[in-house]
């Protein structure tokens, strides 16, 4: 069984003991501490998710400076995003309290000339990663920065220009005492990791020369830890400790945007541009394409941002036109296709089973995966003129939503569905 890792001590030369914490195990559910959640596949063990609400179930909402399509992040209670001003001259991070939607602090990463980005980008839409010691927010060429949770700044570092007509949108996550952040580009790419207290370079590997912004995942398979990062040309797995390359796996086309989603034994990748759905076995050495790839399936249409979401032993898939594909998580079988929503960016969570998908119109579809499509809910918070492409996080009782320039809270503490 491939085992998702969260928080686990890694030194920078040796993997000690390695302790991976499940999303129940990170005391309040309203741990949400990175992309993608505590185990960086989209599950939560919170309790009492709305499932149904409409406006009338948003209990506060807070305007935020600027525009941004960051994800929340969350640790006891606050909240981590960021934005940009003034066109991306500023970056800014947020801290804002879950209870009320209080700003409890603001903070300006950085100050220069933009880089360019994509129609559908922003300069500020790499969620913030935290372990409740640290909180760090990457920027691309505004640099990655480490704060306190209390708002006091550790330590900032240039990583580069990163060459790229698009911008950034890489994740940062936190492997022990390291950093870990994907530098892909289209000129000196690369993927390296940082002391968590001082932000020095404890190794920095080199990637293949092309825009990128998947978020790694880390999992422990056959005793091993590994750092599964996509890519352009494939998904490749590396030491987290030591940033050797581990093995690597060949994709169907180019891009590699969305993120590496675990499904039982396996580790499911969808490319960015219409290619090939694909499952690899982790634990290879070198080039496994031939030896480890468990099955491919034809994936024609739309691109892919969105990463996939794995439930039982099915896994859902949608591309920006709103059209979801389930497919048998075992064989790759494709189950069923179907239109579920209008244009999306944001990838899917799920919990108690539900898979939850939310369009750029801020409308979010609630569905079972199984052999048929089975919609449960439709639900909507009436922000007709707000895009909304970061990821909704899920807490007990509650779900935070972020449009590019409101976060809302939909239900409460006490809530239940």
């Known amino acids: 069984m491939v085992r998702i890792l969260g928080r686990m001590g890694v030194s920078a030369c040796v993997v000690g003991l390695i302790v991976g914490i499940a999303a129940g195990k990170l005391g309040a559910e309203s741990n949400w501490p990175r992309w993608r959640g505590p185990q960086g ?5 919170a ?9 009338s ?7 935020l400076k600027g525009i941004g399509q960051s994800s929340p992040v969350v640790w006891n209670g606050r909240i981590f995003l960021t934005s940009a001003v003034d066109g991306g001259r500023t970056r800014l991070v947020f801290c804002i309290d879950a209870r009320d939607g209080k700003v409890l602090w603001e903070r300006t990463a950085w100050t220069g000339e933009p880089e360019p980005i994509h129609q559908m980008n922003s300069w500020a839409s790499a969620s913030c990663v935290t372990d409740g010691e640290v909180v760090v927010a990457f920027f691309g060429r505004g640099g990655l920065h480490a704060f306190r949770l209390d708002g006091k700044v550790l330590w900032e570092r240039d990583l ?9 949108a890489a994740c940062p996550v936190i492997v022990g005492d390291l950093v870990i952040q994907n530098g892909d580009a289209d000129k000196d790419a690369f993927v390296m990791g940082l002391n968590k207290q001082t932000g020095e370079t404890v190794w920095k590997t080199p990637r293949d020369d092309f825009r990128g912004w998947s978020t790694p995942i880390v999992i422990e398979s056959a005793g091993r830890t590994e750092l599964v990062l996509n890519g352009h040309t494939g998904v490749t797995a590396y030491d987290p400790s030591s940033g050797k390359k581990l093995w690597f796996c060949k994709s169907f086309n180019g891009r590699g945007e969305p993120t590496v989603t675990p499904a039982g034994n396996l580790l499911c990748a969808v490319n960015g541009l219409s290619g090939d759905i694909y499952a690899v076995r982790p634990g290879g050495e070198g080039d496994v394409t031939k030896t480890h790839m468990a099955w491919h399936t034809p994936r024609r249409g739309g691109r892919d941002t969105p990463s996939p979401i794995a439930i039982d032993r099915y896994i859902v898939v949608v591309d920006m036109k709103g059209i979801a594909t389930c497919y048998d998580a075992e064989s790759g079988a494709e189950l069923w296709k179907d239109r579920i929503c209008d244009a999306i960016a944001s990838s899917p969570f799920a919990v108690d089973g539900l898979a939850y998908f939310q369009d750029e119109k ?6 079972k995966p199984g052999p048929a499509l089975d919609v449960v809910a439709r639900n909507s918070l009436g922000a007709d003129k707000e895009i909304f492409r970061a990821s909704p996080v899920p807490l007990d009782g509650r779900l935070l939503s972020r449009s590019q320039t409101t976060l809302y809270c939909i239900g409460s503490a006490q809530s239940g569905r």
């Open 57 to 63: 179930g948003v209990s506060w909402k807070t305007p």
């Open 362 to 367: 801020g409308e979010t579809v609630v569905l």
């Open 160 to 168: 580069g220009s990163f060459e790229c007509p698009w911008g950034t």
């Open 41 to 45: 596949n989209g599950h939560a063990a």
């Open 47 to 55: 309790q009492n998710v709305p499932v149904r609400w409409d406006a």
